[in-house]
Protein backbone atom coordinates (compact mmCIF):
# COMPACT_ATOMS: atom_id res chain seq x y z
CA UNK A 1 0.00 0.00 0.00
CA UNK A 2 1.11 3.39 -1.02
CA UNK A 3 1.53 5.38 2.31
CA UNK A 4 -0.57 8.56 2.74
CA UNK A 5 1.75 11.77 3.67
CA UNK A 6 0.58 14.91 5.40
CA UNK A 7 0.53 17.64 2.39
CA UNK A 8 -0.16 21.09 4.10
CA UNK A 9 3.27 20.90 5.91
CA UNK A 10 4.87 20.14 2.67
CA UNK A 11 3.67 23.23 1.15
CA UNK A 12 4.20 25.57 3.78
CA UNK A 13 8.15 23.93 3.74
CA UNK A 14 8.32 24.25 0.17
CA UNK A 15 7.16 27.78 0.19
CA UNK A 16 9.81 29.24 2.64
CA UNK A 17 12.68 27.48 0.90
CA UNK A 18 11.44 29.36 -2.58
CA UNK A 19 10.08 32.50 -1.20
CA UNK A 20 11.48 32.48 2.90
CA UNK A 21 9.16 33.11 5.08
CA UNK A 22 5.14 32.09 5.58
CA UNK A 23 2.20 32.39 2.97
CA UNK A 24 -0.56 34.46 3.30
CA UNK A 25 -2.95 31.67 3.12
CA UNK A 26 -3.39 27.86 2.36
CA UNK A 27 -6.28 26.55 0.29
CA UNK A 28 -6.75 22.87 -0.11
CA UNK A 29 -8.91 20.85 -2.71
CA UNK A 30 -8.99 17.55 -2.66
CA UNK A 31 -9.13 15.18 -5.92
CA UNK A 32 -12.04 12.96 -6.50
CA UNK A 33 -13.18 9.04 -7.15
CA UNK A 34 -16.15 9.38 -10.00
CA UNK A 35 -18.66 6.49 -8.55
CA UNK A 36 -20.57 6.38 -11.50
CA UNK A 37 -21.37 8.54 -14.51
CA UNK A 38 -18.15 8.84 -16.66
CA UNK A 39 -17.80 10.69 -19.99
CA UNK A 40 -21.66 12.33 -19.67
CA UNK A 41 -20.84 15.63 -17.84
CA UNK A 42 -20.47 17.26 -21.44
CA UNK A 43 -23.30 15.70 -22.57
CA UNK A 44 -25.09 17.56 -19.91
CA UNK A 45 -25.78 14.47 -17.73
CA UNK A 46 -25.49 12.90 -14.29
CA UNK A 47 -22.76 11.92 -12.16
CA UNK A 48 -21.43 10.70 -8.85
CA UNK A 49 -18.51 11.79 -7.85
CA UNK A 50 -17.32 11.86 -4.45
CA UNK A 51 -14.53 13.86 -3.31
CA UNK A 52 -11.31 11.95 -1.62
CA UNK A 53 -8.67 12.58 1.18
CA UNK A 54 -6.18 13.10 -0.84
CA UNK A 55 -5.51 17.21 -1.35
CA UNK A 56 -3.74 19.15 -3.31
CA UNK A 57 -2.70 22.72 -1.12
CA UNK A 58 -1.25 26.23 -2.41
CA UNK A 59 0.32 28.26 -0.28
CA UNK A 60 -0.31 32.06 -1.77
CA UNK A 61 1.46 35.82 -0.81
CA UNK A 62 1.51 39.18 -2.84
CA UNK A 63 5.12 39.28 -3.52
CA UNK A 64 7.09 42.82 -3.04
CA UNK A 65 9.30 42.10 -6.01
CA UNK A 66 6.61 42.97 -9.04
CA UNK A 67 6.78 39.25 -10.32
CA UNK A 68 4.39 36.21 -10.59
CA UNK A 69 6.11 33.43 -9.69
CA UNK A 70 4.75 29.64 -8.81
CA UNK A 71 6.58 26.57 -7.46
CA UNK A 72 5.64 22.68 -7.79
CA UNK A 73 6.99 20.81 -5.16
CA UNK A 74 6.67 17.75 -6.69
CA UNK A 75 7.52 18.87 -10.03
CA UNK A 76 10.21 20.39 -8.71
CA UNK A 77 9.97 23.25 -11.05
CA UNK A 78 9.95 27.07 -10.97
CA UNK A 79 7.48 29.22 -13.46
CA UNK A 80 7.46 32.33 -13.81
CA UNK A 81 4.08 34.04 -14.96
CA UNK A 82 2.98 36.66 -17.35
CA UNK A 83 0.49 39.44 -16.01
CA UNK A 84 -2.59 37.69 -15.71
CA UNK A 85 -4.93 40.76 -16.95
CA UNK A 86 -2.45 40.11 -20.14
CA UNK A 87 -2.81 36.41 -20.47
CA UNK A 88 -4.83 36.26 -23.51
CA UNK A 89 -1.93 37.79 -25.58
CA UNK A 90 0.79 35.97 -23.91
CA UNK A 91 2.33 32.84 -25.15
CA UNK A 92 1.59 29.59 -23.41
CA UNK A 93 4.64 28.29 -21.18
CA UNK A 94 5.65 24.76 -22.72
CA UNK A 95 8.45 21.77 -21.66
CA UNK A 96 8.71 21.84 -18.03
CA UNK A 97 6.81 24.60 -17.13
CA UNK A 98 3.70 23.65 -19.07
CA UNK A 99 1.70 22.78 -16.03
CA UNK A 100 1.68 26.54 -14.75
CA UNK A 101 -0.52 27.76 -17.69
CA UNK A 102 -2.86 26.02 -15.15
CA UNK A 103 -2.19 28.20 -12.56
CA UNK A 104 -1.91 31.45 -15.34
CA UNK A 105 -5.67 30.09 -16.33
CA UNK A 106 -6.61 30.69 -12.84
CA UNK A 107 -5.41 34.07 -12.00
CA UNK A 108 -6.69 35.06 -15.83
CA UNK A 109 -9.78 33.62 -14.55
CA UNK A 110 -10.23 36.41 -11.69
CA UNK A 111 -8.42 39.02 -13.72
CA UNK A 112 -11.88 38.44 -16.07
CA UNK A 113 -14.16 38.86 -13.72
CA UNK A 114 -12.89 42.39 -12.80
CA UNK A 115 -10.71 41.44 -10.10
CA UNK A 116 -6.76 43.13 -9.88
CA UNK A 117 -4.12 40.56 -9.78
CA UNK A 118 -1.19 41.54 -7.58
CA UNK A 119 2.03 39.95 -8.81
CA UNK A 120 1.95 36.99 -6.40
CA UNK A 121 4.12 33.71 -4.82
CA UNK A 122 2.54 30.67 -5.11
CA UNK A 123 4.04 26.86 -4.21
CA UNK A 124 2.13 23.87 -4.63
CA UNK A 125 2.27 20.23 -2.97
CA UNK A 126 -0.04 17.71 -3.89
CA UNK A 127 -0.62 14.09 -2.80
CA UNK A 128 -3.56 13.56 -5.38
CA UNK A 129 -1.51 10.90 -7.65
CA UNK A 130 -0.49 13.09 -11.27
CA UNK A 131 -2.46 11.37 -14.10
CA UNK A 132 -4.35 8.77 -12.59
CA UNK A 133 -7.59 9.81 -12.90
CA UNK A 134 -8.42 10.94 -9.83
CA UNK A 135 -8.56 14.67 -11.15
CA UNK A 136 -5.18 16.40 -10.04
CA UNK A 137 -5.46 19.13 -12.29
CA UNK A 138 -8.64 20.50 -10.72
CA UNK A 139 -7.12 19.77 -7.46
CA UNK A 140 -4.43 22.22 -8.01
CA UNK A 141 -6.54 24.55 -10.15
CA UNK A 142 -9.50 24.63 -7.03
CA UNK A 143 -6.88 24.74 -3.69
CA UNK A 144 -5.44 28.06 -6.15
CA UNK A 145 -8.46 29.70 -6.86
CA UNK A 146 -9.44 28.75 -2.90
CA UNK A 147 -6.27 30.43 -1.58
CA UNK A 148 -6.52 33.34 -4.45
CA UNK A 149 -10.00 34.49 -3.30
CA UNK A 150 -8.86 34.50 0.20
CA UNK A 151 -6.02 36.21 -0.13
CA UNK A 152 -7.51 39.02 -2.47
CA UNK A 153 -10.83 39.41 -0.80
CA UNK A 154 -12.47 37.96 -4.33
CA UNK A 155 -16.06 36.81 -3.67
CA UNK A 156 -15.30 33.89 -5.83
CA UNK A 157 -16.73 30.09 -5.16
CA UNK A 158 -19.11 26.95 -5.23
CA UNK A 159 -20.27 26.59 -8.52
CA UNK A 160 -18.65 30.03 -10.56
CA UNK A 161 -15.58 29.05 -8.98
CA UNK A 162 -15.47 25.29 -10.78
CA UNK A 163 -16.68 27.16 -13.64
CA UNK A 164 -13.63 29.18 -13.84
CA UNK A 165 -11.61 26.26 -12.94
CA UNK A 166 -13.28 24.03 -15.51
CA UNK A 167 -12.11 27.50 -18.68
CA UNK A 168 -8.54 27.36 -17.21
CA UNK A 169 -8.35 23.96 -17.63
CA UNK A 170 -10.10 24.23 -21.32
CA UNK A 171 -8.29 27.74 -22.03
CA UNK A 172 -5.21 26.70 -20.79
CA UNK A 173 -4.94 23.46 -19.97
CA UNK A 174 -5.52 22.45 -23.49
CA UNK A 175 -8.56 19.57 -22.46
CA UNK A 176 -11.89 20.56 -23.16
CA UNK A 177 -13.01 19.10 -20.16
CA UNK A 178 -16.75 19.10 -18.29
CA UNK A 179 -17.57 20.35 -15.08
CA UNK A 180 -17.23 16.89 -13.09
CA UNK A 181 -14.30 17.40 -11.50
CA UNK A 182 -13.92 21.18 -10.42
CA UNK A 183 -17.54 21.14 -9.28
CA UNK A 184 -16.71 17.62 -6.90
CA UNK A 185 -13.40 19.27 -5.60
CA UNK A 186 -15.09 22.63 -5.14
CA UNK A 187 -18.35 21.47 -3.24
CA UNK A 188 -17.46 18.02 -2.05
CA UNK A 189 -18.77 16.93 1.52
CA UNK A 190 -17.27 14.15 3.65
CA UNK A 191 -19.06 10.72 4.26
CA UNK A 192 -21.11 11.82 1.29
CA UNK A 193 -21.30 11.35 -2.61
CA UNK A 194 -22.60 14.33 -5.01
CA UNK A 195 -25.73 13.51 -7.56
CA UNK A 196 -24.74 16.17 -9.47
CA UNK A 197 -27.27 17.08 -12.60
CA UNK A 198 -24.67 18.60 -15.16
CA UNK A 199 -27.25 20.47 -16.57
CA UNK A 200 -29.11 22.06 -13.55
CA UNK A 201 -26.10 22.14 -11.80
CA UNK A 202 -28.19 20.84 -8.88
CA UNK A 203 -26.18 18.91 -6.47
CA UNK A 204 -27.85 16.26 -4.15
CA UNK A 205 -25.48 14.64 -1.36
CA UNK A 206 -26.14 11.34 -1.02
CA UNK A 207 -24.21 9.15 2.43
CA UNK A 208 -21.77 7.09 2.00
CA UNK A 209 -20.72 4.32 4.04
CA UNK A 210 -18.52 4.74 6.58
CA UNK A 211 -14.97 3.26 5.79
CA UNK A 212 -15.15 0.80 9.03
CA UNK A 213 -17.63 -0.73 6.35
CA UNK A 214 -16.67 0.04 2.75
CA UNK A 215 -13.41 0.56 1.61
CA UNK A 216 -12.71 2.33 -1.62
CA UNK A 217 -9.53 1.41 -3.13
CA UNK A 218 -7.48 2.76 -5.61
CA UNK A 219 -5.28 0.51 -8.26
CA UNK A 220 -3.07 2.63 -10.58
CA UNK A 221 -3.04 1.00 -13.70
CA UNK A 222 0.99 2.11 -14.05
CA UNK A 223 -0.26 3.71 -17.68
CA UNK A 224 -0.55 7.64 -17.06
CA UNK A 225 -1.87 9.49 -19.82
CA UNK A 226 -2.41 13.71 -20.67
CA UNK A 227 -5.63 14.03 -21.37
CA UNK A 228 -4.24 16.88 -23.49
CA UNK A 229 -2.97 14.24 -25.89
CA UNK A 230 -6.31 14.61 -28.06
CA UNK A 231 -8.02 11.29 -27.38
CA UNK A 232 -10.63 12.99 -25.11
CA UNK A 233 -11.21 16.12 -27.03
CA UNK A 234 -11.86 13.18 -29.75
CA UNK A 235 -14.18 11.30 -27.41
CA UNK A 236 -15.83 14.65 -26.93
CA UNK A 237 -15.87 15.42 -30.64
CA UNK A 238 -17.63 11.62 -31.82
CA UNK A 239 -20.38 12.59 -28.90
CA UNK A 240 -21.07 16.16 -30.40
CA UNK A 241 -21.25 14.37 -33.79
CA UNK A 242 -23.93 11.48 -32.69
CA UNK A 243 -26.27 14.74 -31.04
CA UNK A 244 -26.14 16.05 -34.28
CA UNK A 245 -27.38 13.51 -35.67
CA UNK A 246 -29.95 12.39 -33.91
CA UNK A 247 -31.03 15.70 -34.17
CA UNK A 248 -30.71 16.96 -29.95
CA UNK A 249 -28.89 19.81 -28.63
CA UNK A 250 -26.99 17.28 -26.29
CA UNK A 251 -27.79 13.76 -26.06
CA UNK A 252 -29.01 13.76 -22.50
CA UNK A 253 -31.98 14.71 -24.56
CA UNK A 254 -32.23 11.71 -25.97
CA UNK A 255 -33.66 7.93 -25.05
CA UNK A 256 -32.67 4.09 -26.14
CA UNK A 257 -35.41 3.97 -27.80
CA UNK A 258 -35.64 6.77 -29.87
CA UNK A 259 -31.23 5.92 -30.24
CA UNK A 260 -32.74 2.54 -31.41
CA UNK A 261 -34.85 3.67 -34.53
CA UNK A 262 -32.13 5.85 -35.26
CA UNK A 263 -29.93 3.62 -37.11
CA UNK A 264 -26.40 6.04 -36.70
CA UNK A 265 -23.63 5.54 -38.37
CA UNK A 266 -21.97 1.92 -35.86
CA UNK A 267 -19.28 4.40 -34.43
CA UNK A 268 -21.52 7.10 -33.54
CA UNK A 269 -24.64 5.01 -32.54
CA UNK A 270 -22.03 3.04 -29.87
CA UNK A 271 -21.18 6.15 -27.95
CA UNK A 272 -24.76 7.78 -27.60
CA UNK A 273 -25.47 4.18 -26.39
CA UNK A 274 -23.22 4.56 -23.53
CA UNK A 275 -24.22 8.14 -22.85
CA UNK A 276 -27.70 6.93 -22.60
CA UNK A 277 -27.49 4.44 -20.68
CA UNK A 278 -24.54 5.95 -18.36
CA UNK A 279 -26.65 8.78 -17.70
CA UNK A 280 -29.33 6.37 -16.35
CA UNK A 281 -27.36 4.02 -14.48
CA UNK A 282 -26.30 7.23 -12.33
CA UNK A 283 -29.81 7.80 -11.21
CA UNK A 284 -30.30 3.80 -10.31
CA UNK A 285 -26.65 3.54 -8.60
CA UNK A 286 -27.96 6.96 -6.58
CA UNK A 287 -31.11 5.07 -5.38
CA UNK A 288 -29.30 1.93 -4.66
CA UNK A 289 -26.51 4.18 -2.35
CA UNK A 290 -29.16 5.81 -0.57
CA UNK A 291 -30.66 2.50 0.39
CA UNK A 292 -27.10 1.05 1.25
CA UNK A 293 -27.60 -2.14 -1.12
CA UNK A 294 -23.99 -2.10 -2.46
CA UNK A 295 -24.20 -5.08 -3.87
CA UNK A 296 -26.65 -3.48 -6.26
CA UNK A 297 -24.60 -0.11 -6.34
CA UNK A 298 -21.65 -2.96 -7.67
CA UNK A 299 -23.54 -4.48 -10.78
CA UNK A 300 -23.69 -0.63 -12.28
CA UNK A 301 -20.27 0.06 -11.53
CA UNK A 302 -19.80 -3.37 -13.21
CA UNK A 303 -22.18 -2.41 -16.38
CA UNK A 304 -20.41 1.08 -16.41
CA UNK A 305 -17.05 -0.36 -17.05
CA UNK A 306 -18.64 -2.71 -19.61
CA UNK A 307 -20.21 0.55 -21.74
CA UNK A 308 -16.93 2.10 -21.24
CA UNK A 309 -14.92 -0.74 -22.37
CA UNK A 310 -16.91 -1.89 -25.12
CA UNK A 311 -19.37 0.97 -26.51
CA UNK A 312 -17.08 4.05 -25.60
CA UNK A 313 -13.88 2.72 -25.83
CA UNK A 314 -11.61 4.27 -23.27
CA UNK A 315 -10.71 1.55 -21.15
CA UNK A 316 -7.02 -0.55 -21.63
CA UNK A 317 -5.53 -3.90 -20.90
CA UNK A 318 -4.11 -3.01 -17.81
CA UNK A 319 -7.58 -1.46 -16.30
CA UNK A 320 -9.44 -4.17 -17.92
CA UNK A 321 -7.31 -7.09 -15.77
CA UNK A 322 -8.01 -5.12 -12.58
CA UNK A 323 -11.57 -4.52 -12.99
CA UNK A 324 -11.50 -8.92 -13.94
CA UNK A 325 -9.06 -9.60 -10.99
CA UNK A 326 -11.62 -7.85 -8.77
CA UNK A 327 -14.52 -9.59 -10.11
CA UNK A 328 -12.97 -12.86 -9.84
CA UNK A 329 -13.26 -12.02 -6.12
CA UNK A 330 -16.96 -10.97 -5.95
CA UNK A 331 -19.06 -10.52 -3.30
CA UNK A 332 -18.49 -14.03 -1.82
CA UNK A 333 -14.65 -12.76 -1.82
CA UNK A 334 -15.76 -9.21 -0.27
CA UNK A 335 -15.96 -7.18 -3.67
CA UNK A 336 -19.15 -5.36 -4.21
CA UNK A 337 -17.66 -3.59 -7.57
CA UNK A 338 -15.08 -2.28 -9.64
CA UNK A 339 -14.86 -0.19 -12.52
CA UNK A 340 -12.19 2.51 -14.29
CA UNK A 341 -12.62 5.66 -12.78
CA UNK A 342 -11.89 9.34 -14.83
CA UNK A 343 -11.34 9.49 -18.56
CA UNK A 344 -10.04 6.44 -18.93
CA UNK A 345 -7.01 5.79 -21.60
CA UNK A 346 -4.94 4.37 -18.78
CA UNK A 347 -5.36 5.82 -14.70
CA UNK A 348 -6.94 4.31 -11.93
CA UNK A 349 -9.44 1.86 -10.95
CA UNK A 350 -11.74 1.68 -7.88
CA UNK A 351 -12.91 -1.05 -6.18
CA UNK A 352 -15.80 -1.11 -3.36
CA UNK A 353 -15.30 -3.48 -0.89
CA UNK A 354 -16.28 -4.71 2.43
CA UNK A 355 -13.62 -3.20 4.71
CA UNK A 356 -14.19 -6.29 7.32
CA UNK A 357 -12.20 -8.36 5.06
CA UNK A 358 -8.62 -8.37 5.11
CA UNK A 359 -6.02 -9.06 1.65
CA UNK A 360 -8.34 -8.04 -0.96
CA UNK A 361 -6.13 -4.93 -2.24
CA UNK A 362 -3.01 -7.41 -1.91
CA UNK A 363 -5.18 -10.09 -4.43
CA UNK A 364 -5.52 -7.82 -7.21
CA UNK A 365 -2.28 -6.41 -7.33
CA UNK A 366 -1.16 -10.34 -7.05
CA UNK A 367 -3.28 -10.83 -10.12
CA UNK A 368 -2.67 -8.29 -12.01
CA UNK A 369 1.48 -8.81 -10.99
CA UNK A 370 1.05 -12.39 -12.56
CA UNK A 371 -0.42 -11.02 -16.23
CA UNK A 372 1.79 -7.56 -16.15
CA UNK A 373 5.29 -9.04 -14.10
CA UNK A 374 5.00 -5.63 -12.38
CA UNK A 375 2.98 -5.06 -9.27
CA UNK A 376 -0.14 -2.22 -9.49
CA UNK A 377 0.35 0.50 -6.59
CA UNK A 378 -3.03 0.80 -5.06
CA UNK A 379 -3.82 2.75 -1.87
CA UNK A 380 -7.05 2.73 0.40
CA UNK A 381 -8.75 6.42 0.15
CA UNK A 382 -11.76 7.51 2.18
CA UNK A 383 -14.15 10.22 1.22
CA UNK A 384 -12.78 13.68 2.31
CA UNK A 385 -14.38 17.49 2.33
CA UNK A 386 -13.92 19.84 -0.32
CA UNK A 387 -12.03 22.58 -0.95
CA UNK A 388 -11.42 25.40 1.84
CA UNK A 389 -9.04 27.57 3.04
CA UNK A 390 -6.90 26.34 5.93
CA UNK A 391 -7.54 28.75 8.62
CA UNK A 392 -3.84 29.55 10.26
CA UNK A 393 -4.41 28.08 13.62
CA UNK A 394 -4.37 24.84 12.27
CA UNK A 395 -1.06 24.78 9.80
CA UNK A 396 1.38 21.98 10.74
CA UNK A 397 4.74 23.09 11.49
CA UNK A 398 6.57 23.78 8.19
C1 LIG B 1 -12.18 13.84 -17.09
C2 LIG B 1 -12.85 15.20 -17.32
C3 LIG B 1 -14.28 15.21 -16.77
C4 LIG B 1 -15.08 14.02 -17.26
C5 LIG B 1 -14.29 12.72 -17.07
C6 LIG B 1 -14.98 11.53 -17.68
O1 LIG B 1 -11.96 13.62 -15.73
O2 LIG B 1 -12.10 16.22 -16.70
O3 LIG B 1 -14.92 16.42 -17.10
O4 LIG B 1 -15.49 14.19 -18.58
O5 LIG B 1 -12.98 12.81 -17.63
O6 LIG B 1 -16.15 11.27 -16.99
Redesign the pocket.
Known sequence: MIPHVPVAARALAAFARRFGGKPTVLGRAPGRV?LV??????SDGL?LPMSIDRDCVSAVRVSTDGRWRAWSEDLRSLAELPDPAAAARSPRATGDTAWSNLALGVLAGFAREGVRVPPLEMAFASDVPLGA?L?SS?AFTVSLATAVAEVLSAPLFGIPMARMCQEA?SEFGG?P?????PLSSALGRADHAMLVDCRSLDVRFVPFPPSSRVSLLVFDSGVHRS?SDGR?AERRHEVEDAARAAGVGMLRDLDETKLRTLKLPALLERRARHVVREIQRVQLAANALRRDDMELFGLFMAQSHQSLRDDFAVSTPELDALVDEARALGTAGGVYGARLT???FGGSVIVLADATRAGIGERISAGFERRFKRPAGWQRVSSGPGAAVIPAARWPAA
Do not use: Q
Open positions: NGEHVDYVGSAEVCGILDLYGAG
